[in-house]
């Protein structure tokens, strides 16, 4: 079995621009989650996706959306980046929730 | 305040040598618990993980962990470290709470010396 894909895996932006990232989970998997990872603040969570559905979501401004489609695959979209958005950004699938597994992440740089 | 803490930031062990990571969490219900590694660069591996059952559990290449409730832990242990295992260890929570967000310690850092 394939596992969780992402794209694109490197990234770089400036100021103000948006983005976004795509995710595409293990099959059969209909749950997608997302983290963020920096230096300063580790690992958090982003939101999680359930059937097309947001099922819970982090603390991260409303600059961060996500999306889920009918196969599963989602995207995470960040809008008006600023410096402190560059970071290492996982996906995860699960069947249900529980047992994660990650992608390779997308490397995203803000200048 | 809910959180899992890894009180060490970077080990060294030399290899051969058995290798013990700490994980403490603070949750009132027993969570779901979780060991994951990362490589420079790279995503997050799942080593292992403890739902319910028995408190002493396998995972791959080699690791294992055990869950103790009176001491809130979740240590992660390998009775004979590789040069290959150098790398980032996170311990993490899914709080069971009926969200599936994982909450990730701080992460411990191991270096291998030959």
């Known amino acids: 079995k394939a596992g969780v894909t992402q794209t694109p895996r490197y990234l770089i932006k400036t100021r103000g621009q948006q983005v976004t990232l795509s995710c595409s989970p293990i099959s059969g998997h209909r749950s997608v989650s997302w983290y963020q990872q920096t230096p300063g603040q580790g690992l958090q969570f982003l939101f999680e996706?359930?059937?097309?559905?947001?099922?819970n979501k982090g603390n991260f401004p409303g600059r961060f959306s996500g999306r889920q489609f009918s196969n599963s695959r989602s995207e995470m979209n960040v809008s008006t980046l600023e410096l402190g958005d560059s970071a290492l950004y996982l996906c995860?699938?699960?069947?249900?929730?529980?047992?994660?597994?990650f992608g390779p992440g997308t490397r995203l740089t803000v200048l | 305040a809910q959180s899992v803490t890894q009180p060490d930031i970077h080990i060294t062990v030399s290899e051969g040598a058995s290798l013990e990571l700490r994980c403490n969490y603070s949750y009132g219900a027993t969570p779901y618990l979780f060991w994951y590694v990362q490589s420079p660069g790279q995503g997050l591996q799942l080593l292992l993980k403890?739902?319910?059952?028995?408190?002493l559990v396998q995972g791959i290449k080699g690791f294992e962990a055990e869950f103790k409730r009176s001491q809130s832990s979740f240590n992660l242990r390998k009775p004979s470290v590789h040069w290959s295992d150098a790398a980032e260890y996170f311990c993490a929570v899914v709080p069971g709470d009926s969200s599936y967000k994982l909450i990730f310690g701080s992460g411990t850092r191991l270096l291998v010396r030959p």
């Open positions: 995860a699938s699960s069947l249900r929730g529980e047992e994660q597994f």
């Open positions: 996706y359930f059937s097309e559905t947001q099922r």
């Open positions: 403890y739902f319910s059952g028995d408190t």
